[in-house]
């Protein structure tokens, strides 16, 4: 029997975050972890998700999903996703991060409510310091 190592629906108010053990409701903030093997690991927001891979081997990681701002509920590929962090859109846990497909969206969003952008590698930087 082979692994499936594919995304795995968040059931929204049930589920719960791997890393902060809060229950996963922000249906625009929500993050996901693949393993190789087809593990799947939810939070409740990316930052979560950022600060789990420091306690995991990323080496086993397939992919990294964070929930799309244009379209509540849908996960995208955050490696090749645009981050904005604005402290005029709030995230669960206070990084005030959003995920966007496009980065025209992001660009879009960033002129109305302010903030930086970031791409997978430069969040990561930002984050680990």
Same mark, same amino acid.
């Given at each position: 029997?082979?692994?499936? =190592? @594919?995304? $795995?629906?968040?059931?929204?108010? %049930?589920?719960?975050? *791997? #890393?902060?053990?809060?229950?996963?409701? &922000? $249906?625009? *903030?929500?993050?996901?972890?693949?393993?190789?093997?087809?593990? =799947?690991?939810?939070? &409740?927001?990316?930052?979560?998700?950022?600060? #789990?891979?420091? &306690?995991? /081997?990323?080496?086993?990681? !397939?992919?990294?999903? @964070?929930?799309?701002?244009?379209?509540? %509920?849908?996960?995208?590929?955050?490696?090749?996703?645009?981050?904005?962090?604005?402290?005029?859109?709030?995230?669960?846990?206070? !990084? #005030?991060? @959003? !995920? #966007?497909? &496009?980065?025209? /969206? !992001? %660009?879009?969003?960033? $002129?109305?409510?302010?903030?930086?952008?970031?791409?997978?590698?430069?969040?990561?930087?930002?984050?680990? *310091?």
């Amino acid at each position: 029997m082979g692994c499936n =190592v @594919s995304p $795995k629906a968040i059931a929204y108010g %049930e589920d719960g975050c *791997h #890393f902060c053990r809060m229950t996963i409701v &922000d $249906k625009i *903030h929500a993050a996901e972890i693949v393993t190789q093997k087809g593990k =799947v690991y939810k939070f &409740d927001a990316t930052e979560c998700m950022i600060h #789990f891979m420091g &306690d995991f /081997d990323t080496s086993e990681i !397939a992919l990294y999903l @964070s929930n799309n701002y244009m379209e509540p %509920e849908v996960l995208i590929d955050a490696t090749q996703a645009t981050f904005l962090i604005s402290e005029n859109i709030p995230s669960p846990m206070g !990084a #005030f991060l @959003s !995920a #966007f497909k &496009d980065k025209t /969206d !992001a %660009e879009k969003v960033q $002129k109305e409510k302010k903030g930086t952008l970031y791409s997978w590698s430069s969040l990561l930087e930002h984050f680990n *310091h």
